[in-house]
């Protein structure tokens, strides 16, 4: 099954609608008229009354938050074939209790898309998404210091949004996290100027299959990023709180295939995480360099279920680890799982608790970069835990 491409069909679908679990030979179906039709007929529930809330960070920090909007002027934008590349990065970061105020989810504009390109605005109002909880301050005052930095990078088709619960718990274990929506690669994103922009990477790849374009051209972005956060000219205001030495990326779906791309042509990435996403651009026959990398897949993402990993396993030559989680999907390492069980809308094809997705994917990437970016022995990463049994290690 291709990972990124079964995200591009089913987005939302999959998770907020109680519907069986795309694969790659089923996906255009998801953006059909019958599936459609399920959704604006989804019964109601009384849990979709509730204000909507991401599970409580877990580190000791309160997160603060700032979004930034980049121009790379030396790029001509990949999809739109005129101007330049454009990218929006929310970055969070430790910072003091008392400062700041509460931070947006999402635009509204931004939900009412995403929401009606499924024709799920019926179901879910997009206010209600949007108004969705976080635990994040923008503006706050940042607590002084210097700290590793993660670059997160979303799903095709979804919004850098869609990492939030994630991005807020490693900020407050002590990480600068910056997650970035990639021009036209979804639906919908908030730019300045009040645009939303369409997901026109979607039209170009629908048909033609070359994802490797979006992959390539995500690692060009994230050079970019890092550039822009720790030049001799930052463009963050609190750019002194990134140690430059200290710097990994994760990714969900085409974002976790992106990551190995960026290391691919980028020192500066330390380490890497893929949740569940196709390596479509290869890892080069020379390797990564040493440098650590974990694959952490759906209940489906076992050897000899996903080609690419397959294939570039092997080629991975730092220390490594591939896990998957029984009873998960392809969404379950982003906020969806937790927003669909509050709605009363599970996916019954992944039937792992949302909280628990949360938990779950926090506890391991967290671990991760503790060991690769801090130097912290994490024993969860040796094997198999009686606290964590839903975790499968096929490859140490």
């Not at 990949?78 to 008392?98: D, N, S």
């Not at 392809?330 to 792992?352: I, K, M, N, Y």
């Amino acid at each position: 099954m291709t990972r990124m491409r079964t995200a591009a069909a089913a987005t939302l679908l999959a998770l907020l609608l109680p519907l069986p679990a795309l694969t790659a030979t089923s996906a255009a179906a998801a953006g059909s008229g019958t599936t459609a039709s399920a959704a604006r007929t989804a019964p109601a529930d009384p849990g979709r009354t509730a204000a909507l809330q991401l599970p409580r960070p877990t580190g000791r920090f309160p997160v603060g938050q700032d979004t930034l909007h980049l121009v790379d002027r030396s790029r001509t934008d990949p999809w739109a074939g005129t101007g330049p590349r454009e990218l929006m990065v929310t970055l969070r970061y430790p910072a003091l209790a008392g400062t700041g105020r509460p931070a947006a989810y999402v635009d509204l504009e931004e939900a009412r898309q995403l929401l009606a390109s499924r024709d799920l605005d019926k179901v879910v109002p997009p206010e209600k998404y949007a108004g969705t909880r976080t635990h994040s301050r923008a503006g706050a005052e940042p607590r002084t210091g210097r700290h590793p930095l993660v670059v997160l990078s979303p799903g095709f088709t979804v919004p850098r949004s869609t990492l939030t619960a994630l991005a807020e718990d490693l900020a407050s274990r002590g990480y600068v996290v910056a997650a970035v929506d990639h021009a036209y690669e979804s639906v919908g994103a908030a730019f300045p100027g009040g645009r939303n922009l369409p997901c026109l990477a979607c039209d170009q790849t629908g048909e033609s299959g070359e994802y490797r374009k979006v992959s390539d051209g995500r690692a060009k972005d994230v050079s970019f990023l890092l550039d822009r956060l720790t030049g001799s000219r930052p463009a963050w205001r609190h750019a002194p709180l990134i140690d430059r030495k200290r710097i990994a990326m994760a990714g969900h779906s085409i974002g976790g295939a992106s990551t190995a791309a960026t290391m691919a042509v980028d020192r500066r990435v330390k380490a890497g995480v893929n949740l569940d996403g196709s390596f479509m651009t290869p890892v080069p026959a020379t390797g990564l360099g040493d440098r650590p990398f974990m694959i952490v897949g759906a209940a489906n993402g076992k050897p000899g279920e996903e080609a690419s990993w397959d294939r570039d396993w092997p080629l991975l030559d730092g220390w490594k680890r591939w896990i998957t989680f029984a009873d998960s999907g392809h969404f379950t390492f982003t906020d969806f799982p937790a927003l669909a069980d509050q709605l009363g809308l599970p996916d019954p094809e992944a039937p792992l608790a949302g909280d628990r997705s949360v938990q779950l994917t926090r506890r391991y990437v967290a671990a991760f970069f503790d060991r690769h970016l801090k130097g912290v022995s994490r024993p969860v990463l040796n094997g198999p835990t009686p606290q964590n049994p839903e975790v499968t290690f096929h490859h140490r």
